[in-house]
């Protein structure tokens, strides 16, 4: 089982990511773990250190912040396509970037959860899905 996780980053630093991704797979780990075999999470967060952000800068006419972001956007759905399920942290519809990788996983008919279902619901329902 290949699990996405999508969570808003703009302006978090790359602790406060990783925190959040941390708590976001522990909560899942708990709830499903007698559900799904082999629980397995891909990542889509890039630090600076990581070869492709050498790759984005090296681009031709990709120079400002912006058009980075959605060039990574671009490899992130890429990597969503990988997964079985999606989960979107807290307050994911408040971000462009968040809001473009539910539509890619609505239209493609991926799985979806959501924290909020999962923290305070009890269990695993239809409702946890779209």
């Known amino acids: 089982m290949k699990v996405f996780i999508s969570q808003p980053m703009s302006g978090l630093t790359d ?23 082999n629980i397995e999470f891909i990542s889509s967060f890039f630090t600076q250190e990581d070869p492709i952000f050498e790759e984005v800068n090296q681009l031709d006419g990709i120079e400002d912040e912006s058009s980075k972001s959605l060039w990574l956007l671009g490899r992130a759905i890429q990597i969503l396509a990988t997964a079985d399920i999606i989960v979107f942290s807290h307050n994911w519809q408040d971000t462009r970037g968040c809001k473009i990788e539910f539509m890619a996983a609505k239209m493609y008919d991926k799985d979806m959860l959501f924290m909020e279902n999962i923290e305070f619901d009890g269990d695993k329902n239809e409702e946890d899905r779209l």
């Not at 797979?25 to 075999?37: G, L, N, S």
């Open 15 to 37: 602790s406060q990511i990783l925190e959040e991704r941390e708590h976001i797979k522990e909560v899942f780990i708990e709830k499903y773990k007698d559900e799904y075999d």
